[in-house]
Structure formats: C-alpha cells, structure tokens
C-alpha cells in the first residue's frame, strides 16, 4: 500500500451575526438574522490549502397567532484553492429540499446561491427552495423545489419535497431533526 498522505487546511474564522426580534402592539413576532462568515488559509498558518471563503446569511420570519411565514437567503464564494469540506454544497433537508447534494455538486462547488420561502400554521408547512451551487468558469444551473410537511416545536419533521426538473416533480421523502 502507498504511504499515507495527510494535509493541513489551518484557517483563520471570523463571524458577523446581527439578530433583532421585535414585537408589534397586536403580539406579531418579527425576527431579523443576518450573518457573514470569512475563513482564510494561507501559509502563513502552516496550511497546505491557500484560500478565502465567503459566505453571507439573511433570514425574516414573521409569527402572528399560528401561523408563520419565513424568507432567507444563502451566498458564498470561495476563492484559492479550499478542501472539499469548505466547499459549498446545495441538496440536503435545509437547502434545496428534496435534490440530492452529489447529484448537483458532489465535490462541492466555489459560488453558491440559495433562497427559501416557507409557510407555517401549526404543524403544517409548506415550502419552495431555490438555488444553485457552481464552480468559477462554468455556468450555474438554478434548480426549483417546493414541497409539504410537518414538523413539531422540538424539531423533528416529515417533509415530501418535489426537486423540480425538466418541468417535472418527482417525489422524495425526508424526515429528521432540525437543530
């Protein structure tokens, strides 16, 4: 057996986050999160990988009685040369509901972009996911799903997504629990 070889991704991590939740004078909740996220390898930190990674995060919900509605948006870019790891992925229970991340991008990709929209009341919910996961230098593919489920206030759901493609919806089960 060849020898085994072992690499150093040493990386410097800095976070940005703002959150506010306010409350209206008929008790509707509003919550405002919003995040940037930088990683950086370089030599300097023995690293074997040189590179930069951006990602951004928005999110709004809006709570009024039983209902909810939630809007967030997802984007990085990541420029040098980054273990797969770093990398972004799109297709899996929080993004892009129903695609299967190897089938979009299975060694991650450089550029993301991601949106979601999703509506509450209860347990039920319903969603649509946008989004697309691309390396630079090629073009990006934007894929579609939307689907149903339920979901307790501890986290555990049962979700059917429909990815979207060629205009068609094929079915995918999903269940879990969301931290």
């Not at 870019?77 to 695609?99: C, D, H, K, Q, Y």
């Not at 190897?102 to 209860?122: D, K, W």
């Not at 060629?166 to 969301?178: K, L, N, Q, S």
Request: include cysteine.
């Amino acid at each position: 057996f060849p020898a085994a070889h072992t690499q150093a991704a040493n990386a410097v991590t800095t976070t940005l986050r703002y959150a506010r939740r306010l409350e209206d004078q008929e008790g509707n909740q509003h919550q405002i999160e919003a995040g940037y996220n930088l990683r950086a390898a370089t030599n300097t930190f023995d690293s074997d990988f040189v590179y930069s990674r951006h990602a951004i995060r928005a999110e709004y919900a809006c709570r009024w009685r039983r209902q909810k509605v939630d809007v967030a948006f997802d984007a990085g870019l990541i420029s040098g040369r980054a273990p797969l790891f770093e990398r972004f992925s799109l297709g899996n229970a929080a993004t892009l509901r129903g695609w299967d991340k190897l089938e979009i991008n299975p060694l991650g990709a450089t550029r993301m972009v991601h949106g979601s929209l999703g509506y509450e009341y209860r347990i039920f919910q319903i969603f649509y996911d946008t989004g697309s996961a691309w390396d630079k230098g090629t073009n990006a593919v934007v894929r579609h799903s939307i689907g149903i489920g339920f979901g307790s206030r501890d986290g555990f759901f049962l979700a059917l997504a429909f990815p979207i493609r060629d205009g068609r919806a094929a079915p995918m089960f999903m269940t879990g629990v969301a931290f």
